[in-house]
């Protein structure tokens, strides 16, 4: 078969594939769906001024009706506006964080895989350290030393998160490494920036988007704890994790201020999750 | 041969169905494996051989195999008539398996002792004997020295990692004789190993078909092996046996053009010549040609070839499943 | 002999991790902007107290000669004073770790006890309707908010349904148990004390339930691949050939090999199962070092926050040293070749 052909069969081979993963389906749907509600929130959502300080003394603590589809919060405010503003946040919180955690990662993974010796003992010895500490931990002193707010949680937890691409990414390349085409590249005179990015980094494509995809969702379930705890986003900056802190207090009576931002993380964890699951199925990967 | 041999595969059909598509993988294969004797199946890599061996064992799943006409009978039973229990009766007891890979047939986390002695135990169990743990370390310790390995106390102590490969391919044929099984099959014995290796569990084979009365069914790619130690040989091509006979026979006056093919391709050192291959390859065995299975790469195909040939005799105890005999006289 | 140079070249390996961790929280608690000993005490408090208090915890020392006192003190089990209670933070500490360990070590019970089964039954099961349950409440315990779920325990069994306790480890006002491990469920027994037992289990379930959810999961999936990666193992097939009875062949030749990987995940998770714990606690008011930490975080009680991390990786560390310890027993390559197989 020629070239064009083979990858056309390769494509074709993985659409079918995809169609019969309704996991990975499932999981981009549900991914979708929470990044357009948080991208076109402010036109979406009911009460759009409800995100700031805004004071409804009237309408507190009403249960789910038709006027407030998910009920309002303890000073009156539209829970359901507050959920898709909230989702804003955490998609940047996650998006932030992956984007400097993950070509750190791997940049490093792929350092330390490809020349070993004391890059690689470095690297890893600190890549242990880091493991060492509860993430959660680490960022809950982090914004206690700085003051707690959006990026220094972001900063927190970036600050750990690039640990598990790099022990990824050096495990994959410890096994490539053996393998004849960097010795091709090598012996053709290929420059080490070379083999690095444009032979090993391609072969962990796959790898690192599943990681990816699976890590969206549980940067947004730290953050979510941690604001939780009252180290994230302050208020009256609607965020997830704040939100069923605050309705915690109005258990069990008043549950869906607790519950819905509750399920909304969840659901927005889940859909990553699966989309990561998916992917992985998909791309064969099994060592994430 | 005379009487009954120990075990007879007739005209055995097996279908390999996945994803929607089925795959003709054995076309009415028949083999026979006396007592006393040692029979080889001969074939390359894909012609259905383990299909062969995995289905006289019971090992092979259903669905996705599907199996399609034939019997296999072992000492007059027709064993596909038998339920899973009674087959599983006579795994590991009346019939046993030697493994091709003495590294990975071994459970890395269990000594010899312990994986000998859980064989022996439900072996024992099935057979409805009874032997307490002094008796089967006994028996262990009797079996490791009929393949000639000393000091078994310390071999049963010992984890797979810790001995060498031919070592352990001992080992797989000692757990294959612990019930004094009558008919013993080797998947590609000796294949992991050096070829000094190979040639002293070669040996060993023999000396226990001779004295112990076995019957040896013996799977392989290796011509070598074959003219070594069988006595009888069978040739099998895409699923379907394509010739069979004494060793001697076959090997002095191959009929079938691709038994004659196999033998041109082993290297000869004396006389010269280049090394010659087959053309083609293995037919696709979900749209297998409709008659002879080898006629697309055979040398002497006629039209005739389309329908399938039944086996000729050729010579005494010797047959072909060919049109085109009076070509390869 | 060569596990022993494993074991040795593991605890070597602990002790940089615990050093490279003391420093990277000494930089991190000294890096904070403003003055600790002003926050401590307050905005009324004079300028020599708080200058007697900066002497006091040796904040007018250099850095370098502030780490120095922390390593050693760390070497030999001090951990400072807490800036708050004014009470070595090693007190204070001590006090709520026996909470937090019994906690930690009644979820690793249940997530072994309940993952491993769940994931050889959903391998044997592939792909059957067993097989996509376990799935599902593997990805459910991965997504859910642990926090989340200890709400709505907390709500669930505790006010709705009546039948467990919500906050606390005992009932307040029952009679003393005495303090031997620091863990209620072994101390009562040992004192044969079943009421008690009884009544701290009652108030283990919820927060170790809340905690294993995402930890059971993982288990049951790492169990799930590995015994599928072991059904494909030669060895397999030929038990199987030599007839070894299906059960046996399950539970004793498969699992024991792919017991492995659920182990050493399970090292690896402790982190993040720390992490939970920190949550958990607080919302069933569970007396432990988590909560100690939170407090102290919320205080800016640096030398608490130190002495919590400390312990936190001082756990991680020992549980990680523990898998290695188990893993050799287990798998005989290990122990033999000397290495991570």
């Known amino acids: ?288 | 041969m005379s009487e009954e041999p120990l075990l007879a595969v007739e005209r055995l059909s097996i279908d390999f169905e996945t994803e929607g598509r089925v795959a003709h993988i054995l076309r009415e294969v028949s083999l026979e494996v006396p007592a006393r004797r040692h029979v080889a199946l001969v074939g390359e890599s894909g012609c259905g051989k383990s299909v062969t061996m995995r289905a006289i064992m019971g090992l092979l799943t259903t669905p996705p195999a599907k199996f399609r006409g034939g019997e296999i009978r072992f000492d007059g039973a027709n064993l596909l008539r038998l339920s899973g229990r009674e087959r599983e009766a006579l795994r590991g007891t009346a019939m046993s398996m030697v493994f091709q890979d003495p590294t990975s047939s071994l459970n890395p986390v269990f000594t010899i002792g312990d994986q000998m002695g859980s064989i022996l135990k439900y072996a024992d169990r099935r057979l409805k004997r009874s032997r307490n743990a002094v008796e089967r370390k006994a028996r262990i310790a009797e079996v490791l020295g009929q393949v000639r390995m000393a000091d078994p106390e310390r071999i049963s102590r010992a984890y797979p990692v810790m001995l060498s490969g031919g070592m352990r391919q001992r080992i797989l044929i000692a757990m294959a004789l612990l019930s004094e099984p009558r008919l013993l099959i080797a998947d590609e014995p000796g294949t992991a190993l050096d070829v000094t290796t190979q040639a002293q569990i070669l040996k060993l084979l023999r000396e226990l078909v001779e004295a112990r009365g076995l019957a040896l069914l013996m799977i392989t790619h290796n011509l070598g092996v074959v003219r070594e130690s069988a006595d009888h040989v069978f040739v099998m091509y895409a699923g379907c046996v394509v010739e069979q006979g004494p060793t001697h026979a076959v090997f002095a006056k191959p009929r079938h053009p691709y038994t004659r093919a196999l033998m041109a391709c082993i290297p000869k050192l004396s006389g010269g010549g280049a090394m010659r291959g087959i053309d083609g390859s293995l037919p696709d065995y979900s749209a297998p040609p409709p008659g002879c299975r080898f006629e697309p790469r055979c040398p002497l195909a006629v039209s005739a070839c389309l329908k399938a040939p039944p086996h000729f005799e050729v010579a005494q105890g010797q047959s072909a499943a060919c049109w085109r005999l009076e070509a390869t006289e | 002999m060569e596990f022993v140079y494993f074991l040795i070249r593991r605890v070597l390996w602990s002790l940089l991790v615990l050093i490279g961790l003391s420093i990277t929280i000494f930089l991190i608690a000294r890096v904070m902007p403003g003055d600790p000993a002003r926050m401590a005490l307050g905005p009324r408090a004079s300028q020599q107290q708080v200058q007697d208090l900066k002497v006091k915890m040796g904040l007018n020392l250099s850095l370098t000669e502030q780490y120095e006192r922390f390593a050693v003190g760390l070497a030999h089990g001090d951990l400072g004073l807490s800036f708050l209670t004014k009470r070595p933070v090693n007190d204070d500490i001590r006090e709520t770790f026996a909470a937090t360990l019994e906690l930690v070590l009644v979820t690793i019970v249940i997530a072994f006890a309940i993952g491993v089964p769940l994931g050889v039954v959903a391998a044997v099961n592939k792909d059957g309707w067993i097989d996509n349950s376990v799935r599902l409440l593997t990805i459910f315990g991965a997504v859910m908010p642990s926090f989340l779920l200890a709400l709505l325990l907390q709500v669930l069994a505790g006010y709705v349904l009546h039948i467990l306790p919500t906050t606390g480890r005992i009932t307040p006002d029952s009679p003393v148990i005495a303090n031997i491990t620091g863990l209620l469920l072994v101390d009562t027994l040992l004192k044969g004390d079943l009421a008690g037992f009884w009544d701290a289990l009652r108030h283990l379930f919820l927060p170790a339930i809340a905690l294993s959810a995402v930890t059971t999961g993982q288990i049951a999936r790492i169990t799930r691949a590995s015994m599928i990666d072991v059904a494909k193992q030669d060895y397999v097939e030929a038990a199987r050939a030599f007839g070894v009875p299906d059960a046996v062949r399950i539970f004793k030749y498969m699992l024991r090999p792919a017991f492995v990987p659920p182990m050493t995940i399970m090292g690896l998770e402790f982190a993040s199962l720390i992490g939970n714990a920190f949550v958990v606690e607080l919302v069933f008011v569970w007396p432990g070092m988590a909560s100690y930490g939170v407090r102290s975080i919320l205080q800016k009680d640096l030398n608490a926050l130190m002495g919590v991390v400390m312990i936190s990786g001082l756990f991680f560390v020992v549980a990680n040293l523990s898998v290695d310890v188990l893993v050799g027993v287990v798998d005989p390559r290990v122990r033999i070749r000397g290495m991570r197989a």
């Open chain 1, 1 to 288: 078969m020629s070239q064009a052909t083979a990858e056309v069969a390769a494509t074709s081979r993985r659409w079918r594939r995809f169609r019969r993963n309704p996991t990975a389906a499932v999981g981009l749907a549900i991914v979708a769906l929470v990044v357009l509600a948080a991208i076109f929130a402010p036109w979406i959502s009911p009460y759009p001024d409800h995100v700031g300080a805004v004071v409804n003394f009237r309408a507190r603590h009403q249960p789910p009706s038709a006027h407030y589809w998910l009920g309002t919060d303890n000073v009156g405010r539209d829970i359901l506006t507050r959920v898709l503003f909230g989702y804003r946040i955490s998609l940047i919180l996650a998006a932030t964080v992956l984007i400097f955690a993950v070509p750190v990662g791997v940049v490093l993974g792929l350092l330390a895989g490809y020349f070993g010796g004391w890059t690689e003992t470095i690297i890893m010895r600190a890549n242990d350290i880091a493991l060492a500490i509860p993430p959660l931990v680490m960022a809950l002193a982090v914004t206690t030393v700085l003051t707690p707010s959006l990026v220094h949680s972001m900063l927190a937890i970036a600050a750990l998160w690039w640990t598990w691409h790099t022990r990824l990414i050096f495990s994959i390349v410890r096994t490539l490494r053996q393998q004849e085409f960097v010795e091709a590249a090598k012996t053709l005179g290929a420059s080490r920036f070379h083999i690095l990015f444009r032979e090993l980094l391609p072969n962990c494509a796959s790898a690192i988007l599943v990681k990816t995809s699976l890590d969206f969702g549980f940067v947004i379930l730290v953050g979510a704890a941690l604001s939780y705890l009252g180290l994230g986003v302050q208020p009256p900056t609607p965020d997830l994790g704040t939100m069923v802190a605050s309705g915690a207090d109005f258990l069990p009576e008043r549950w869906w201020e607790s519950l819905f931002p509750g399920a909304a993380i969840l659901v927005a964890a889940l859909g990553f999750n699966l989309l990561g699951d998916g992917l992985r199925d998909l791309f064969d990967v099994e060592s994430v």
